[in-house]
């Protein structure tokens, strides 16, 4: 582990004292480079802190916009849409080039502006992670251990559950959590147990987890520490170990897995934009439901985001938070996008943002 990477940090441009604002950051010198390089921000829900959080740069400093959503978890992006599950909502959002440099409140400053679009209420089911397919949204239905389908017919509709779960109920069994998509299609799944009484997962909860292939229904590897975040990148299935923060690389057909970097946190969401993996970290609270974990007794964990090059497996950068913000739960890469702006639901300009197939504007607000 490079000691440089996750130890010498500096300010991040965009906020000043520690003690004045939320979201302090500090970052490593080459962070901000390393993000306009590569021509992209960054996206990231906390659901401790009930935000989304977007870190773009300018080639020198970095830009960090918090913006208010009901506990987000599982995130996604596909072209310009981006969908979040929340406590009990999936908010589908859509970003419109015209309508960043033109915002009433700040004109000039945003390249480009999330806006809300669509909100399916799914009752509060605990969704864990979501990814579009060709048919719309599906997620990680970790409350009732299953995936399902997300769209305006039903709360959910589940079309696939573990072949050791006896019955659809609201009792986080198994704690379904992670989802690996291959050409648009589930390929893996991640659970903290294959266990089947309600909330029997947390006795195991350190070694009892879980790698499944979603078409065979075979477990591909067990007595894992807390896996999360599945994701196929080259043809390569990785994966995230929370309790250990760990990344590895799994071989399916030899039933293990290699060890690419061992990180200081609770490590959960990841995003690979060309050969760079953006990983989260998170300290964990003592309240938390992992609180009595080995991991988070140490003293050196940090909540923020690692850099890897993912061919070599070397640590190219970091940010971490100093406030506001101890747990990450998934991270986006937004290509393309030096400085995007979005906007939550908790105010109503987002309601004068009107996008039309051929052109988008701005509408006045009415006066009293």
């Known amino acids: 582990m490079s000691t440089d990477i996750l130890g010498n940090h500096q300010q991040a441009g965009a906020v000043n004292s520690p003690l004045a604002n939320p979201f302090t950051l500090h970052?490593?010198?080459?962070?901000?480079?390393?993000?306009?390089?590569?021509?992209?921000?960054?996206?990231?829900?906390?659901?401790?802190?009930?935000?989304?959080?977007?870190?773009?740069?300018?080639?020198?400093?970095?830009?960090?916009?918090?913006?208010?959503?009901?506990?987000?978890?599982?995130?996604?992006?596909?072209?310009?849409?981006m969908a979040v599950a929340t406590k009990s909502e999936v908010v589908v959002l859509a970003h419109n080039p015209e309508m960043g440099p033109t915002y009433p409140k700040q004109p000039g400053v945003y390249d480009t502006i999330y806006m809300p679009r669509a909100i399916y209420f799914t009752g509060a089911v605990a969704m864990h992670d979501i990814v579009f397919d060709s048919d719309g949204l599906i997620g990680v239905n970790t409350l009732f251990s299953c995936l399902c389908r997300i769209d305006a017919d039903h709360s959910f509709t589940p079309f696939w559950i573990p072949p050791f779960i006896t019955e659809l109920s609201g009792e986080d069994r198994c704690h379904l959590n992670g989802l690996a998509v291959e050409n648009g299609k589930p390929k893996y799944v991640t659970a903290l147990g294959a266990t089947d009484t309600a909330q029997g997962w947390r006795e195991g909860k350190l070694s009892g987890g879980i790698l499944m292939d979603v078409n065979s229904k075979e477990i591909i590897l067990n007595e894992l520490p807390m896996p999360h975040t599945p994701r196929i990148y080259n043809e390569k299935l990785y994966q995230l170990l929370s309790a250990t923060g760990e990344l590895v690389k799994v071989d399916c057909g030899a039933g293990k897995y290699d060890v690419i970097q061992k990180l200081p946190g609770f490590v959960r969401g990841m995003s690979l934009h060309g050969e760079h993996l953006f990983v989260g970290l998170s300290r964990m609270r003592k309240t938390h439901t992992f609180g009595d974990l080995e991991l988070a007794q140490r003293k050196d964990l940090m909540c923020g985001i690692v850099v890897i090059h993912l061919p070599t497996g070397a640590?190219?950068?970091?940010?971490?938070?100093?406030?506001?913000?101890?747990?990450?739960?998934?991270?986006?890469?937004?290509?393309?996008?030096?400085?995007?702006?979005?906007?939550?639901?908790?105010t109503e300009i987002h309601k004068l943002g009107l996008s039309l197939p051929d052109r988008s504007f701005w509408a006045r607000e009415k006066e009293n």
């Open 27 to 81: 970052h490593t010198p080459e962070f901000p480079e390393l993000l306009a390089a590569l021509d992209c921000s960054l996206a990231i829900t906390t659901y401790q802190a009930g935000k989304i959080l977007f870190i773009s740069s300018n080639g020198e400093k970095l830009n960090l916009l918090p913006r208010t959503f009901d506990t987000p978890m599982g995130l996604t992006i596909d072209g310009s849409r």
């Open 315 to 346: 640590l190219v950068g970091s940010l971490r938070f100093l406030n506001s913000c101890e747990e990450i739960y998934d991270v986006q890469v937004l290509p393309g996008l030096k400085r995007p702006g979005i906007l939550g639901l908790g």
